[in-house]
């Protein structure tokens, strides 16, 4: 009977072999090495000599770990990223729930044996369990944070995977059109969402097919998530406040940060949907569904600070994607019952409140007359969808979502400003520049939360020849709006979908209603229906065809504006969606792409078009690619489940890729003439 290190008992013959170095081994269960382990030692492969054990005393000097091939690393990833990433990070880059694992010394030891045991034995009264896996297993995801944590034994700091991301306001004030990035949420302050690659082209888009999925591993509800990405680096958010940072080439979990919002977070549709975040130096911002603005280091995922947009978060949270520009990051929020919507400027370095814009004026400012009695208070005017800016002229121009209650314009007489509006705001400021309402006190829920569209551009038959500095707008209520963005000027507008409730619009952009809307009780039948001609679903506008694609739902509905109930209008036969081709000067149809007759789901995807010539779209799980210049459909394949966000595309190392969320799917497509390098898979194949 040896005695080692007071550890373990063991009961050896004298034969020599490791197998056989021991004919009955008891183990310590409280502290020892266990069966299993000796077991693992034993293998003649093991590196490890029992008689070597037997002779020293200290497990922590001749325990080595038997596991360490590439393929013992990658079994060790995959069960780190299943039992452990979830507090230490994806990378062992730790979270407020557990400390990094890369790149430290670590404080219960260095040593093989010492990892070895704190995983299996777990830290006594901390988080940190004991971890019951086999012993091959363990000594795999030791291997693991070995590979991640050379420092504790090199000096030398070399974590697998870390990441350096920095977006300089410098880079996004000169960007027009994304390129090999994706960096704001409609790819550039012009959300023209109109990429310049052209690898992925109108000749090879057939070959396009799949490179990665990353499933998302919870309960997702609608995933409407339009990521941002960095040098590879993608940022999605996966509602209701889950944001992953992701290796674009491969899908893998680089980090992953959730905010845990409080059940009675109920604010609108807060909490079912986040469309996504926003970035500047080396941070990226986003907005929870409890009306918070977090920003996270965007290399750690590290929450640096949290400003509270509203503290009421049984009404107000955030369903889209923050804008940041300057030292500003700008959000705005949605309402569920009442409420009154904002626009709120914070620090991007502190959180510190800038500015705060109310959509609706307060008593004493200019539009509160526009309200009748107290309506104001609880008008809604949500601002729940992503703005623009413009760089020259410091302006923000941001969408404001309809009148509450929704359906009951007597109780809220008047136009009930800014509701319905774009609103241009002094972007270092808040203060109003000009506002322009598309729908004046409207009782069919049309929201402006659409995505403003800024272009410059000489109009046709302008005798003056100068480039105008444009708003494009195809407005929830069925019109195609053309504004001088600097003065909010009406210069025109055109139906884009079967509308029936105005006459025209007048020479200062204000609808004339049709009387048949003044009827009652009876209900009337209306076009577009409460979801609109078109919605938050982003448009893309191409600058070499002059051509606004807009995704656009055809269908009525029966409204009863005088029954006073805020009863939802009912449906009123069947509904098709399209994607349109529309002159963006003059709102006249070029082409169009229908999607099949349905008899509900009154929703479509939003839309992304290239220089390759191509615009890319979806509907329902259909995921396709159109021609830019005739509409026709050059590839299309089916998620297996619904679209609802809109696709990006971006590159890495010259190769074009385009991603889509499609259900519980994160889904990167390219084309097939290259695979995607990632850990241990794959390599090169033709080049
Ligand atoms: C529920 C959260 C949680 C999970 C899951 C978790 N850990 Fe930990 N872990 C902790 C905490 C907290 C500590 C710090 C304990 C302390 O205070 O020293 C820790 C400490 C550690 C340490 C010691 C760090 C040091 O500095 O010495 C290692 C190694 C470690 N964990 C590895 C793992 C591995 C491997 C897994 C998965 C098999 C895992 N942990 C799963 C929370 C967790």
């Not at 266990?34 to 008689?51: A, H, I, K």
């Not at 000594?139 to 070995?146: D, N």
């Not at 009675?264 to 130096?281: E, F, L, Q, S, W």
């Not at 005798?463 to 708003?471: A, M």
């Amino acid at each position: 009977m040896y005695r080692f290190g007071g550890l373990i008992d063991f009961n050896c013959g004298s034969r020599r072999s490791n197998a056989g170095a021991c004919g009955a081994v008891k183990s310590n269960r409280a502290t020892g090495i266990s069966w299993t382990d000796l077991l693992d030692f034993m293998r003649p492969s093991s590196g490890v000599s029992v008689g070597f054990l037997i002779n020293r005393r200290n497990p922590h000097a001749v325990i080595r770990n038997p596991r360490t091939t590439d393929s013992d690393i990658l079994a060790g990833t995959s069960l780190f990223i299943e039992h452990c990433a979830a507090c230490h990070g994806g990378r062992g880059q730790g979270s407020v729930a557990a400390p990094a694992l890369a790149g430290v010394t670590l404080k219960h030891g260095v040593s093989d044996w010492a990892v070895y045991s704190t995983i299996r034995n777990g830290v006594p009264n901390t988080a940190m369990a004991p971890h019951m896996f086999e012993g091959k297993e363990l000594w795999q995801i030791v291997s693991f944070i070995r590979s991640i944590n050379v420092t504790a034994i090199s000096g030398k700091p070399k974590i697998k995977k870390s990441i350096n991301i920095n977006v300089p306001y410098q880079e996004l004030e000169t960007l027009s059109h994304p390129a090999e990035d994706w960096l704001t949420y409609s790819g550039s302050y012009r959300s023209n969402r109109n990429s310049s690659l052209k690898e992925i082209n109108k000749n090879n888009v057939h070959q396009l097919s799949l490179k990665w999925t990353h499933q998302f591993s919870q309960k997702y509800g609608r995933v409407e998530t339009s990521p941002i990405v960095r040098k590879g680096i993608m940022y999605m958010t996966v509602p209701p406040n889950r944001l992953i940072a992701l290796d674009a080439l491969s899908g893998k979990r680089i980090w992953e940060f959730k905010h845990k919002a409080p059940k009675k977070a109920t604010g609108g549709y807060a909490g079912v949907v986040n469309r996504g975040v926003a970035i500047m130096d080396d941070k990226i911002f986003l907005a929870s569904s409890d009306a918070k603005l977090i920003a996270l280091s965007a290399n750690t995922g590290r929450k640096l600070w949290e400003s509270v947009i509203e503290e009421d978060i049984s009404l107000y949270g955030v369903t889209s994607a923050p804008l940041a520009y300057k030292d500003f990051i700008v959000t705005g929020i949605s309402t569920k019952r009442g409420g009154r919507g904002v626009i709120v400027a914070y620090d991007i370095n502190t959180g510190a409140e800038k500015w705060r814009f109310h959509a609706i004026p307060g008593p004493g400012k200019k539009g509160n007359e526009t309200w009748s009695g107290d309506s104001w208070k609880s008008g809604g005017a949500s601002t729940w969808l992503t703005g623009s800016y413009d760089v020259e002229h410091d302006i923000l121009y941001w969408g404001v979502g309809n009148p509450k209650p929704d359906y009951i314009k007597s109780a809220r007489m008047g136009d009930n400003l800014y509701s319905n509006s774009v609103v241009a705001l002094r972007g270092s400021t808040g203060e109003i520049l000009w506002h322009f309402q598309f729908s004046p006190g409207d009782n069919h829920d049309w929201d402006a939360a659409q995505i403003p569209v800024l272009v410059d551009h000489v109009l046709e038959g302008d005798s003056s020849g100068q480039e105008r500095k444009l708003l494009l707008w195809a407005n929830r209520n069925g019109f195609y709006y053309v504004l001088d963005r600097l003065t909010g000027e009406f210069i025109q507008a055109t139906p884009f979908v079967h509308q029936t409730w105005a006459e025209r619009i007048d020479d200062n952009g204000r609808p004339v209603l049709k009387t048949e809307n003044l009827k009652s009780r009876d209900g009337v039948l209306v076009f577009p229906s409460n979801k609109g001609g078109t919605n938050w679903w982003s448009p893309s506008y191409d600058p070499n065809l002059g051509l606004m694609f807009v995704p656009t739902l055809e269908t009525g509905m029966v409204f009863f504006p005088g029954m006073e109930t805020n009863s939802p209008p009912i449906p009123a036969g069947p509904i098709y969606t399209a994607v349109r081709a529309l002159n963006a000067f003059t709102g006249e149809l070029v082409w169009e792409y229908r999607n099949e007759i349905r008899t509900k789901d009154n929703t479509t995807g939003g839309l992304l078009s290239t220089q390759g010539g191509i615009v890319f779209g979806s509907d329902m799980s259909e995921f396709f690619a159109l021609d830019s210049q005739t509409g026709e459909l050059l590839w299309s394949m089916n998620a297996g489940e619904k679209i609802e966000g809109t696709p990006v595309t971006f590159s890495r190392n010259g190769k074009q890729y385009v991603v889509v969320a499609a259900g519980g799917d994160m889904m990167t497509f390219g084309l097939p003439d290259h695979r995607i390098k990632s850990d241990g898979d794959l390599a090169n194949q033709t080049e």
